[in-house]
């Protein structure tokens, strides 16, 4: 979401479209900027200064986190590494308010078929985890490892290998007030992580293969400009031969891997990142993935990108955080509580 900027207004709150819906979570106050600047992107250069007033959200500061887990006879090894790196996935998100779910590629098969419904995690009666859920290293660690993948060939009764991550995503939204209603909050952005060795629907040539453009419209269909979506890929990255060869080899009887061509767009149109499959240990992916994520909850896009060293922040009450910029968007570590109105003033 950081390669498009349209501004759009109405009834006093600032929506940001930027490749898909990013609504700010913030409701905006009043504005220096020309004219108002209440309808229009800023166009003055002559005019260099602008003072912008909000009041912090309830929703902000909060996210949902849907892992989207490949769970193909070849994806044992993969799906080991990411379940021992919970401390690293969620080292970056602490003072967040999340909700983390699982949902499998199958879409298709008769008997392992998830169809984007979010998975209990084992070991409790819950289809999510929060930062208050005991165990929560654990759950994950003994969760994200599927026991429908593990052996599954021995057993000739392996999930589909016809892996479908974006149409899983589609179909979890879906799903947000009826089986999935535990995870999707009103309002609250969304974030997904895909984690496969293949495309969309295997090598991604298929024409009934979900595209990343359409998972976009889909996502503004269900929820409007309610939320702001980013997914995060863990794939073999276009145009990694070695990955490619590497996947292909590590299980005999499997050799369909396919660079996540389809996944990759998806995370770039929404502003997420893209990793590789084949890292040795994923914890330095997931820790840049929470990282991003923390961004997207902590930060609000400005009318204009501020010149450096420019930028003086008011929050009323008084709360100490420190902020950063890149581009127009300003991001807070911490985020201010709900409630905060925060004043931002700057030159560009």
């Known amino acids: 979401m950081q390669n498009r900027n349209k501004l759009f207004f109405g009834l006093g709150v600032l929506v940001l479209i930027n490749g898909a819906c990013a609504p700010a979570k913030w409701k905006e106050l009043t504005n220096s900027l020309p004219n108002g600047s209440l309808g229009n992107p800023v166009q003055a250069p002559s005019l260099q200064t602008a003072t912008e007033n909000f009041v912090q959200e309830s929703t902000a500061n909060?996210?949902?986190?849907?892992?989207?887990?490949?769970?193909?006879?070849?994806?044992?090894?993969?799906?080991?590494?990411?379940?021992?790196?919970?401390?690293?996935?969620?080292?970056?998100?602490?003072?967040?308010?999340?909700?983390?779910?699982?949902?499998?590629?199958?879409?298709?098969?008769?008997?392992?078929?998830?169809?984007?419904?979010?998975?209990?995690?084992?070991?409790?009666?819950?289809?999510?985890?929060?930062?208050?859920?005991?165990?929560?290293?654990?759950?994950?660690?003994?969760?994200?490892?599927?026991?429908e993948t593990i052996d599954c060939q021995s057993r000739n009764d392996c999930p589909s290998g016809n892996e479908q991550p974006l149409r899983a995503i589609e179909l979890a939204m879906d799903q947000a007030s009826t089986a999935n209603k535990a995870f999707f909050r009103p309002g609250v952005d969304f974030v997904s992580v895909i984690l496969s060795d293949e495309d969309e629907m295997s090598d991604g040539?298929?024409?009934?293969?979900?595209?990343?453009?359409?998972?976009?419209?889909?996502?503004?269909?269900?929820?409007?400009?309610?939320?702001?979506?980013?997914?995060?890929?863990?794939?073999?990255?276009?145009?990694?031969?070695?990955?490619?060869?590497?996947?292909?080899?590590?299980?005999?009887?499997?050799?369909?891997?396919?660079?996540?061509?389809?996944?990759?767009?998806?995370?770039?149109?929404?502003?997420?990142t893209v990793n590789s499959i084949c890292d040795t240990d994923y914890a330095k992916d997931l820790a840049a993935i929470s990282k991003e994520v923390r961004k997207l909850v902590s930060s609000f896009e400005l009318h204009a990108a501020p010149k450096d060293d420019s930028v003086e922040v008011t929050f009323d009450p008084v709360f100490?955080?420190?902020?950063?910029?890149?581009?127009?968007?300003?991001?807070?570590?911490?985020?201010?509580?709900?409630?905060?109105k925060i004043e931002v003033k700057y030159r560009y």
């Open 320 to 340: 100490k955080s420190t902020w950063s910029i890149e581009g127009s968007r300003i991001i807070f570590d911490p985020a201010p509580p709900a409630g905060t």
């Open 205 to 272: 040539t298929s024409s009934q293969a979900t595209s990343a453009p359409h998972v976009v419209k889909h996502f503004e269909s269900v929820f409007g400009a309610t939320k702001r979506f980013a997914v995060h890929s863990l794939v073999i990255m276009p145009g990694d031969a070695k990955c490619r060869a590497e996947q292909n080899s590590q299980t005999a009887a499997v050799k369909s891997a396919a660079y996540g061509v389809r996944a990759a767009a998806l995370s770039s149109l929404t502003g997420g």
């Open 62 to 147: 909060k996210v949902d986190i849907l892992i989207v887990n490949d769970n193909s006879a070849s994806m044992d090894p993969e799906q080991r590494k990411m379940g021992e790196r919970f401390n690293s996935f969620v080292s970056e998100l602490r003072g967040i308010d999340y909700r983390i779910a699982m949902t499998t590629t199958d879409v298709e098969s008769a008997k392992w078929n998830q169809g984007g419904r979010i998975l209990p995690w084992i070991g409790t009666a819950s289809r999510v985890l929060t930062p208050s859920t005991p165990r929560a290293e654990q759950i994950f660690r003994e969760t994200v490892p599927r026991p």
